[in-house]
């Protein structure tokens, strides 16, 4: 157990400061600070002690240089277990410092800002801030350290209740300092590398800092003989499902995780109320309808087979009539934005059912990371959404507005099947889905066996492709289907022979110009 009898204060981030600091004087604590931080706290009438008056030397260079003293760093490094290092601090006549309460100049929001100029990132990089954490982080065993003003309280109860700050919390508060300035020094870093010769920023740097912290262990991998770890963002997107709340269920898995996530991603994008069913990373069944209820009932007539130990995603709160519907299936996953009390009633019945809240946001990720051997591929997530008046219908035959309501539909689900995708739609919910094969006209064939075997008429349907078709043949297979419009990326050298094959057929097409494979 550590005793504090000193503790030095200079934080950038003032929130809660001032309360903390009221609490450690009225434990007798001796409270040593820096510019803005100390003359807050003055304000607010708390006896404090000013670095410069301690280390007797002026803050210098606009206070670039401050707490860089080996009055202060020495009182922080000394080993309290090592009689050479006390000995020493009596001789100089520097006491010891027990606690550290630091956090640093805000870099990553000034670069976040597209009008930050380069000066004014460089004059916001933390110089002694890093220092002093570092320096009090690896003599944990003697000395405190916070960084997270998250953390004041667990300290002063600690400090109340034993007198002093216990060797588990020291530890635990040392790791989140190397891990605090692991990812600041890394956002510099990605700063700077990304700036060319003219200091241009460019999208991706020479060096990429990436930080995660680990959410959870998880039983197994995809499979059971590998091992896995549920990691979370260091600053994860509003609304995406590392920050879900399980309110029932087993543990989650690997797969129910990524599958999870491929159904909230997908049914975010629908404004209407809608159901994603996904399965194996793929959507089996989408459907917007008038309730919740009714978008459930028709994405899971989509695929009745492949909808069994699913994944269900919900953009709405999900009410009774909705768990209800859905209960009557057997789902591994819910995933809503919010579960009503009634609903939860109706998933209580079924203990195993895993059923997660996830906030609604429509924000994305900025990019997408992908493993490959001894490296990473990096690109921009996907987030093109296209509208009505950027589509170019390019056969004879317009499609009637019940048609361009379904194509805009069936778009926006072929973004999120794994390519090569096929998407038969009508009347806002799929058909018939072929996806991941290796060819299209396959992904056509397979997509109308689908329709077929869910007893689906494509009679009068449409079709999205997420890329352009190399050949007439797929377009043959979906007309021949019973598909009445076609919407597709184009930009095949056989764009006319496609184009002249809707047209002998009677189908409508439309070009997006934008292409969404899914690997």
């Known amino acids: 157990m550590t005793k504090v009898s000193r503790a030095l204060l200079s934080v950038s981030d003032k929130s809660g400061i001032v309360e ?7 434990l007798g604590v001796q409270i040593l600070s820096t510019g803005g931080t100390a003359k807050l706290l003055e304000k607010e009438g708390i006896a404090v002690t000013e670095v410069s008056a301690y280390t007797g030397f002026p803050e210098m260079l606009d206070g670039r240089v401050k707490t860089l003293h080996p009055k202060i760093h020495a009182g922080l490094l000394a080993r309290r277990d090592d009689p050479g290092h006390l000995a020493a601090l009596r001789s100089a006549g520097i006491p010891p410092i027990d606690l550290l309460v630091v956090n640093l100049y805000p870099f990553q929001a000034s670069v976040a800002d597209p009008d930050c100029s380069f000066e004014e990132a460089i004059e916001n990089i933390d110089i002694g801030g890093p220092t002093l954490l570092r320096a009090a982080a690896k003599n944990h065993a003697g000395v405190g350290v916070v960084v997270d003003p998250a953390d004041y309280a667990r300290v002063l109860e600690e400090m109340r209740s034993s007198g002093g700050i216990s060797e588990a919390t020291r530890f635990a508060l040392a790791k989140k300092v190397f891990a605090h300035t ?27 800092s990436l930080q995660f912290a680990r959410l959870q262990d998880l039983r197994y991998g995809e499979n059971p003989h590998q091992s896995a770890a549920l990691y ?27 599958d999870a996530d491929a159904a909230w991603e997908c049914v975010k994008s629908f404004a209407e109320p809608a159901c994603v069913i996904v399965k194996h990373a793929n959507p089996c069944g989408v459907a917007t309808g ?3 209820a009714a978008a459930y009932e028709k994405a899971f007539k989509s695929d009745p087979v492949s909808a069994f130990g699913g994944i269900l995603a919900f953009n709405r709160a999900l009410d009774r009539a909705a768990a209800e519907a859905a209960s009557q299936q057997f789902a591994e996953v819910i ?24 906030p609604l946001s429509h924000d994305v990720q900025a990019h997408d990371y992908k493993r490959v051997g001894g490296g ?31 194509l805009l539909f069936a778009w926006r689900v072929a973004k999120f099947v794994k390519s090569n995708a096929i998407v038969f739609c009508r009347d806002g919910m799929t058909l018939g889905i072929g996806a991941g094969q290796m060819s299209r006209v396959d992904s056509s064939r397979l997509a109308a066996m ?27 297979v979906v007309a021949e289907a019973g598909a009445a419009a076609v919407i597709q990326p184009g930009g095949s050298v056989r764009d006319d022979e496609v184009i002249a094959a809707a047209d002998e057929r009677g189908v409508a097409m439309v070009l997006t110009g934008v292409r969404h494979f899914r690997h």
């Open 182 to 208: 692991a990812a600041y020094d890394g956002a510099i870093a990605n700063y700077l590398s990304s700036l060319d010769a003219g200091r241009r920023r460019r999208e991706y740097p020479d060096v990429l």
């Open 290 to 292: 008038a309730s919740l």
């Open 232 to 258: 979370r963002d260091e600053r994860p997107v509003a609304g995406s499902l590392a920050t879900c709340r399980q309110l029932q269920g087993k543990e989650l898995s690997y797969n129910n995780i990524a």
């Open 335 to 358: 995933v809503a934005p919010r579960v009503e009390p009634e609903a939860q009633e109706v998933f209580a019945k079924k203990a195993n059912v895993r059923v997660l809240e996830v």
């Open 20 to 26: 903390f600091a009221r609490a450690l004087a009225a």
């Open 376 to 406: 990473l591929l990096v690109q921009t997530t996907d987030a093109k959404a296209v509208r009505r008046d950027e589509l170019k219908v390019v056969t004879k035959k317009q499609p009637s507005e019940s048609q361009w309501s379904d």
């Open 450 to 476: 689908k329709a077929q075997a869910a007893k689906l008429s494509l009679a009068g349907s449409v079709v999205a492709s997420d890329a352009f078709f190399p050949f007439r043949d797929g377009l043959d």
